[in-house]
């Protein structure tokens, strides 16, 4: 199991893709399948510093990896127990500009979840090896 | 993320800015790619090609500032393609459905020698 924890700053995302790529290469996951677990991981760190802690680096964003079965479960904690968060499910619009991020979260992982816990809220990732991609 | 930016002629002998995004189009790259790019709608270029060949990462942020970069481009009656993109970042394109939204080229060479459709 390895933990990163990170100020709630944007600068940091290169940061966790690299981190979480080292950390991969060590697993039999194969390279595509850690590319799209990297993607749906960055993008689920890139909302919680935007919308939950609105880039205040004072903010902390906490990622867990570990194995799971043939795979790779990856938990988010945002450490803000007082913040809602709601997960909308909109198609992407080209005109809003908007609504792609989960939409490429539910699209590379096998399995994604938010869940209400005492010290915030955790969303999990689960990625199995060589896994598909649905469109 | 650097970008680097070129002037070149299309077929029809119309300006052409190409950006070339080296390095990933996260949420804080994007944010210094698009003040470049507003720069030059701003001085009345409308025609774009941006190069991802050297982009190794787009995320929805990136895929935002491309789809901004597009309004802009056709507002102004130009067009705006993607070039050299590779499998894994065409692939974050075809999930979000935006495969059907851009042009997509394998190099710039291609896309200007293209550049009647827009």
Known sequence: MAIYIIQASLKNLKNVRNWL??????????????????????????????????????M??????????????????????????????????????????????????????????????????????CSRVSS | MNVQTEIKKDKKGEDVIIFK?????D???????????????????????VDLSETPFIDSSGLVSLISLLKRAKMLGGYMKIAGAREEIKEIFNITGLDKVFEFYDSVDEALNSAESV
Not at chain 1, 21 to 49: C, H, M, P, R, W
Not at chain 1, 67 to 74: E, L
Not at chain 1, 106 to 112: E, W
């Open chain 1, 21 to 58: 790529k080292s950390i991969l290469d060590n697993f039999d996951i194969g390279e595509k399948a850690s590319f799209q677990l990297i993607t749906a991981v960055n993008e689920v760190v890139t909302n919680v510093i935007v919308h939950t802690h609105h880039e205040n680096p004072v």
């Open chain 1, 60 to 129: 902390k964003v906490g990622i867990k990896v570990e194995p799971c079965g043939d795979g790779i479960r990856v938990e988010i904690l945002d450490f803000c127990p007082k913040c809602e968060v709601k997960l909308v499910e909109q198609e992407g619009s080209v005109e809003s500009e908007s609504g792609f991020g989960l939409r490429i979260v539910r699209s590379l992982v096998d399995h994604f979840e938010h869940r209400k816990v005492e010290s915030g809220n955790l969303f999990i990732l689960v990625k199995h090896a």
């Open chain 2, 21 to 25: 995004l080296v390095g990933d189009l």
């Open chain 2, 27 to 49: 949420a804080f790259s994007s944010r210094e790619f698009k003040p470049v790019m507003i720069d030059f709608v701003e001085r009345g270029y409308k025609n774009y090609i």
